[in-house]
């Protein structure tokens, strides 16, 4: 089975030099444990991916197109000329615009599945494809399909391969046309704005009670059902209100009274 790999020109967060995204050598990790794994990149230089082929490719695809340029239509366009059963992305990437939107503008262009947040591959006798997806807190969903899908990795993937020197020369970039009026499809503008944070909601906040109210739904006391405060009670005293707030609240049975 043939994977294609996103490739996409990354920078360091503190010396801003050129490099791989890591979820990016996470993908190249788990496409080339399917099988053939290829690279994908539309820029204006391969060099900026050339280290992926040190990670475990053995070709990338580069499509020259300006910086400037929305490099979706290019994607698409070498993507369907390819037909590869899985597609793998980065869920954002790094150092760049990082909008995040580049992987579903390729779904909806290619009339695929996306299946975000992906942890794990594996290819069934019948050749579907089984995809873990992560759910947060630990929490996991198997999903089996049969491709032409496009997945995004989660950081929890296995960590990338080594780098190999070797093969990163043993590796080769094959440079196609591209669309010959790029001008067509430029990047959308997109507006910059200083962080500002907003107000928190306080649910079942009272909107007409004074502020002695709203202060207590805010802490909580509003919900607390009564009881009493105790500080540093003796530990008789503690259970015996312990008890009573358990009967109160339905979990304990009230005490029986023993016959005269």
Known sequence: MISVVLLSAGRHPVSGATVLPRLEAQAIRLATGLGEAVGLHAGPDAAAVADALGHGLSRIVHVPLPAEVDPVPALSACLAAMAPALI???????GGDETGMVPYALAQALDCLLIPDVVALAVGDAGDLSLDQTLGRGARRRVTLRGPVLATLHPDAPAPLPFAYGQA?????????????????????LEERPYRRRPKLVKGAPSGGSAAERLRAATGEAASGGGRLLVR??????????LAHLRRIGVL????REPR
């Open 253 to 256: 049975a009230p005490p029986t």
């Open 169 to 189: 020369r043993r590796g080769a970039i094959e440079t196609v046309a591209g669309d010959p009026d790029p001008s067509a499809a430029p990047v959308p503008a």
């Open 88 to 94: 793998l992305a980065g869920r954002r990437g790094q």
């Open 233 to 242: 009670p003796e530990p008789d005293e503690a259970a015996r209100e312990i």
